[in-house]
């Protein structure tokens, strides 16, 4: 009895300890850590913590970003280990990591409910699959001459932006107003909320976010993993890498009764029950779990022919089409008249410390991790108009919604790879080392005297030159007497701009009372970062002069 | 909806205005709030305490664009030690983001340390707030949350040159109270400062000399606009001590910021603070 007793509890844990529970808890962690990051990307939790991690280690945006620059920023190293993963155990990073398959996969666990035939349907390999590989084909190209649009569909990076701009945003809003509602939970709010002790953030543009981002959960409703499947680019990075993979699934074929229940949970849809397509499996290890006769195992094994196909099912013609389409994009991207040497938008303010904008585009992912700490929500996902295909949803400056704030440079700490490069607040203000070099300018407010109230209303104003945090401030005021529309005569303090002082913080066009278009705009007019939009010929020195009242 | 007077009658024989000079900060404090009838007479056991520094920047404490923080934590240790205070709250609704004011201001660490309570405000915080006698603020959105079952307020302000109304000082220093669309009353300024002085009746208010910004405020930034002084001034007069701070921190005058005339005639103090008041060294 004491024999039979301890076989049935060995059988039990080694039950409780198979596989598929391991990738649980895997896949738990990481879904935490990457909830965990986000919530900890906010100016009073950052403290060192590396927030950007997840980023870093994404193999796509480590080899796209060595492509378009030619070097490896800061952390991105990290994703060899991704690298050496896949080379050990095919695509687990897809299912062992991956916040977003983690997603996928829940929403078609909890919401795509279907009976065991129509289920080995939808999980056997279809020929869409093929094109995620031709979509990597394209980027990676572009990428190569220069142009990095991987952000667009990486899943990381689409992931970070999708919950940073609609989602975050939305679970505050709502977490708030039911602690409005029992103000007793209001600490209990403040601590779970993403941005604390903020207005409700905003970002321009985050509805077609947050709807490309429910069509891609939703589609798993249609077609289980659809993204992870069909479209993921890395993904399709680390299928290609996978074939070379030591550990495999195996079948017995011998044991085989050929019952297709292997096809029941499948992820991948990589077909276990016959020729196991290498590239497509994501190690999820349900077929381990499912098959009546243990006739599948995940084990070291050749790559043979008979039983696998290991290489992307992607031919030569398929593959040439692609790269002649991502040779053809890079023009279609670069040259529809965005962003030139003579023609900017001006409202292309991009963050402190930011690359300029050529090797900013090479670098920038849209991960929005930037938008995400930043404490003003001044930063925001780009439109078309302004920074056109190329640049959209890459960060700029709305100053309508906020303004840089003078001592922080969170931003260039976050970002995962050196679009923004680190920066210190002393290199950002021109302070002790930096003296020399000067502070980093976003650009340069100008006033619209039509719209101003001192000058085209004879109206007290001046909330402009309060707030301009420079000293001297490049705001400053000159006195002009002059008549009120009733007679009487007043001193009017009329606005002007020192544009040799002004660091383009856009606090002034925050604070201006014309709420719509403000009556003073920073436009990216003597950006630090860009040689071709200097606007003074010399900067003067400006004393530090104010006379007393 | 209207706020509370939140003044306490003085004890008798003590002045509307008290200004403790030399020593440290902490000991100027406790001076200067010994000299004006002692802080236990203001506050009693079980009070709640609103403190209003001025957090309005994101800028380090030396520069004297902000509350400095050694006043408020000795003030926070005296109310919650001495007066046996229930709690006691610090709030504030900064220009530049709240959070980040509150830490590089140093203001959220020592108030932290001594015991109270950072209030930051957010859009949920603020209600309209009428004021009889007032003229642009008689009806105005006010960060009302802090103040709920508040007993007793007290105003703490550094003393700061600003240009449209020549001094930000005690009664200037509310105007982080408000919300709504206040980037709108710098088109009549005076009127809407010398409001403050109606809107909020504080127990008290104090104006720390310690780091006087001299010019290019209210945001200074440069450590050469401040200057370093020795003295501390409390007084249950606001105007009177506003007029005291702009004469004799900011060196200025005589003639006096239009708002505190016009707060003298709203009826919220007296400028003339010469035989009104006691210097304690």
């Known amino acids: 009895v004491r024999l039979i007793a301890a076989w049935i509890r060995e059988r039990q844990l080694r039950r409780l300890l198979r596989l598929s529970n391991v990738r649980l808890l895997s896949q738990a962690f990481f879904f935490a850590a990457f909830v965990l990051s986000v919530w900890a990307t906010w100016t009073t939790r950052l403290q060192g913590y590396p927030v950007s991690r997840l980023l870093e280690i994404d193999l796509l945006v480590f080899v796209s970003t060595a492509l378009s620059t030619g070097f490896v920023y800061r952390f991105l190293g990290w994703a060899v280990v991704v690298l050496i993963l896949t080379l050990l155990f095919g695509r687990v990073f897809c299912n062992w990591i991956c916040p977003f398959g983690t997603l996928h996969q829940a929403v078609g666990w909890l919401f795509c409910v279907r009976k065991p035939s129509e289920r080995w349907r939808r999980n056997q390999y279809r020929s869409a699959y093929r094109h995620k590989y031709a979509l990597v084909l394209v980027l990676l190209v572009l990428a190569g001459l220069g142009a990095l649009q991987i952000g667009l569909v990486d899943p990381l990076s689409l992931l970070y932006r999708s919950v940073v701009t609609a989602i975050a945003p939305a679970v505050d809003w709502l977490a708030k107003t039911i602690a409005g509602a029992f103000p007793s939970l209001n600490g209990v709010a403040d601590d779970l909320i993403f941005a604390p002790g903020a207005e409700q953030r905003v970002f321009v543009g985050s509805f077609w976010i947050g709807a490309l981002f429910v069509v891609l959960v939703g589609m798993n409703l249609v077609i289980p993993r659809f993204f992870c499947r069909v479209l993921c680019p890395l993904g399709a990075l680390l299928g290609a890498c996978s074939r070379f993979a030591v550990f495999r699934i195996n079948r017995a074929v011998g044991r085989c009764t050929d019952c297709n229940l292997c096809l029941t949970r499948c992820e991948g849809a990589c077909n276990p029950h016959s020729q196991l397509r290498l590239s497509e499996c994501f190690a999820c290890m349900n077929c381990l779990d499912d098959c009546p006769e243990d006739a599948l195992s995940f084990t070291m094994m050749h790559r043979d022919r008979q039983q696998v196909i290991p290489e992307p099912d992607l031919g030569r013609r398929r593959v040439f089409f692609a790269l002649v389409t991502g040779l053809l994009a890079y023009p279609l991207l670069k040259h529809n008249g965005a962003t030139t040497i003579t023609k900017v938008s001006p409202q292309l303010v991009r963050p402190p410390g930011s690359l300029e904008e050529e090797e900013f585009l090479q670098r920038c992912i849209k991960c929005e991790q930037c938008l995400d700490v930043c404490p003003t929500n001044v930063l925001q996902p780009a439109s078309l108009e302004q920074a056109g295909v190329e640049g959209l949803w890459s960060p700029v400056l709305d100053f309508n919604l906020g303004f840089c704030q003078l001592k922080c440079s969170l931003c260039s700490e976050v970002c995962p790879t050196g679009a923004i490069r680190t920066i210190s607040v002393a290199e950002k203000l021109g302070a002790a080392s930096f003296a020399q070099a000067g502070p980093i300018r976003l650009g340069t407010a100008f006033f619209d005297l039509g719209r101003c109230l001192p000058h085209a209303m004879e109206i007290p104003c001046v909330v402009c030159e309060e707030v301009c945090p420079t000293s001297p401030k490049a705001i400053q005021t000159s006195d002009v007497e002059t008549h009120t529309v009733f007679g009487e005569r007043i001193t009017l303090r009329k606005p002007f701009m020192v544009p040799d002082l002004c660091i383009g913080c856009g606090i002034c066009q925050y604070s201006c009372p014309v709420t719509d278009q403000r009556a003073v705009r920073v436009s990216p007019m003597g950006e630090s970062r860009s040689p071709q939009r200097q606007l003074l010929l010399d900067r003067r020195i400006i004393p530090a002069r104010r006379k007393p009242v | ?281």
């Open chain 2, 1 to 281: 909806l209207q706020l509370p007077d939140y003044r306490v009658e003085r004890p008798s024989g003590a002045q509307a205005l008290v200004v403790a000079r030399g020593g440290g900060v902490a000991q100027r404090l406790r001076k200067a709030l010994e000299a004006i009838g002692g802080l236990t007479h203001y506050v009693k056991p079980g009070d709640i305490v609103l403190i209003k520094p001025n957090a309005a920047f994101d800028r380090s404490p030396l520069l004297g664009a902000t509350t400095n923080p050694e006043v408020l934590e000795q003030l926070v240790r005296m109310l919650l030690e001495d007066c046996r205070a229930e709690e006691v709250r610090v709030t504030d609704n900064p220009i530049e983001s709240p959070a980040a004011c509150f830490a590089k201001s140093g203001i959220g660490a020592a108030v932290a340390r001594a015991g109270g309570r950072v209030l930051l405000p957010d859009g949920n915080a603020f209600a309209t707030v009428t004021t009889p006698g007032a003229e642009v603020l008689q009806q105005w959105s006010l960060l009302l949350r802090p103040l709920h079952n508040v007993d007793k307020v007290i105003g703490v302000a550094p003393a700061k040159d600003h240009n449209l109304c020549h001094a930000s000082l005690g009664i200037k220093n509310w105007y982080g109270l408000l919300g709504g669309r206040r980037n709108q009353l710098h088109q009549d300024i005076h009127a809407a400062v010398s409001d403050l002085a109606l809107v909020v009746r504080p127990t008290l208010t104090i104006v720390d000399g310690s780091a006087v910004l001299m010019r290019n405020g209210p945001t200074g930034g440069n450590p050469a606009d401040v200057k370093h002084g020795d003295a501390l001034a409390v007084g249950t007069d606001p105007v009177a001590l506003d007029a005291w701070a702009y004469e004799q921190l900011l060196e200025r005058g005589p003639q006096l910021p239009g708002y505190l005339y016009e707060a003298e005639r709203k009826g919220a103090g007296s400028v003339a603070y010469a035989d009104r008041m006691r210097e304690v060294l």
